[in-house]
């Protein structure tokens, strides 16, 4: 029998995704962005990407069946994003899976969006080592996961942020120091000059006594306002690349120090990280320095792959198809807050 061609949709936040998979390869990726329409709000607006679902969805697709050079009748199975996530960005990306399943006469398969983050790598670096440690990092998610088998168990979580997402945090300090939406990159960029001991950010929940796997992002975010605040009661202005440098290490610090040692604690030797804090360049290089002094491999996904889309949708659509795991009924729903 010829393997499998698996169309996976993305739409639980503000990235709309259409990716093809077929026996673990690539065959097609595609993702629209409605960020830009956000940009002007700090932060993503439901109402706003839902439209942008709509929009974007056919375009999307269409886009990937052309990249893949397959017909709608080609496709064996759709998977999409259930839950976690926005409930109307959701329900336009399951709507639009529903369709075309049922147009096709091929299955539907229903997927966490967590999932889909862990099997992105796959796509990239083959089969996932299990059992492996899964840092994701992104505007949306801190979380550490330990994975034993993708498709036959359920994902175990070590520990979440209690409050804000790492991403958040670099957004929201990144305003603070007056550099643009997104953050993260803002940040990066401006840290390359700066000094990052210039500033003692603190280390939250890093004490001994801490839950070790949980993140608490919120104080850092206060303490950076705090210190922008000390040089203006002063007169002074801070600078804002001693600062954008000081808060990256202390994010790099407590991500790197809490992934390495939830793989320690459970005898893992892989650690992926993805996520759009993926990018981050000191969030990088402190992982690879952690993970070659513990002999832990790293694994870091491509960027397109890192941040929300479809092709990792369709990634674990395929382990599901080739597992023979059960469709899901087409009165399937969304679990816009599924148990993370
Ligand atoms: O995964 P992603 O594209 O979208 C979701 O949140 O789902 O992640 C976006 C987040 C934003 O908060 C952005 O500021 C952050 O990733 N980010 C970075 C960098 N590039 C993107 N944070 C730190 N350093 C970067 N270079
Ligand atoms: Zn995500």
Redesign the pocket.
């Known amino acids: 029998m010829r393997t499998p061609v698996v169309l996976g949709i993305e739409s639980s ?3 709309t995704g259409a990716g093809i998979v077929r026996d673990g390869k690539l065959l097609a990726h595609v993702v629209a962005s409605s960020m830009d329409e956000h940009a002007r709000f700090g932060g993503v607006v439901p109402e706003i990407a839902a439209r942008a679902h709509l929009h974007s969805f056919n375009p999307v697709v269409r886009q990937a069946l052309d990249q893949a050079g397959l017909r709608v009748g080609q496709i064996d199975a759709v998977a999409v994003t259930t839950g976690p996530g926005l409930s109307g960005a959701l329900q336009v990306g399951l709507a639009g899976a529903k369709s075309l399943a049922y147009a096709a006469g091929v299955p539907l398969y229903g997927v966490h969006h967590l999932a889909g983050h862990v099997a992105a790598d796959t796509l990239e670096h083959g089969p996932l080592p299990e059992p492996c440690v899964v840092l994701i ?5 801190t979380s550490l996961l330990l994975v034993r088998d993708l498709v036959r168990e359920p994902i175990l979580h070590l520990g979440d942020t209690l409050d804000d ?4 945090c ?2 929201k300090v ?1 305003r603070i120091l007056g550099l643009p939406y ?4 803002a ?2 960029r401006a840290a390359r000059d700066g000094d990052a001991k210039a500033v003692a950010f603190p280390r939250p929940l890093t004490r001994p006594g801490n839950d070790p796997f949980a993140f608490s992002f919120s104080g850092l975010k206060t303490a950076a306002a705090r210190w922008v605040e000390q040089h203006r009661l002063r007169g002074e202005e801070p600078s804002v690349a001693d600062g954008a440098a000081a808060l ?1 290490e202390a ?1 790099a610090d407590v991500l790197t120090r809490k992934a390495l040692a939830a793989c320690r604690a459970h005898d893992v030797r892989t650690l992926i990280v993805v ?3 993926a ?3 000191r ?1 990088r290089a402190l992982a690879e320095e952690r993970c070659a002094a513990a002999g832990v491999e790293l694994r870091v996904p491509p960027m397109t792959l ?3 889309n479809g092709a990792m949708i369709a990634a674990v659509g395929d382990l599901l198809v080739r597992s023979g795991a059960e469709p899901a009924p087409l009165n399937v729903s969304i679990d816009p807050s599924a148990p993370l």
């Open positions: 936040c503000d990235e990092v992104s505007g949306g998610h997402a790492a991403g958040e670099f957004d990144a997104p953050g993260g990159p940040i990066d990256q994010v996520g759009g804090v990018a981050n360049s969030v890192c941040t929300d």
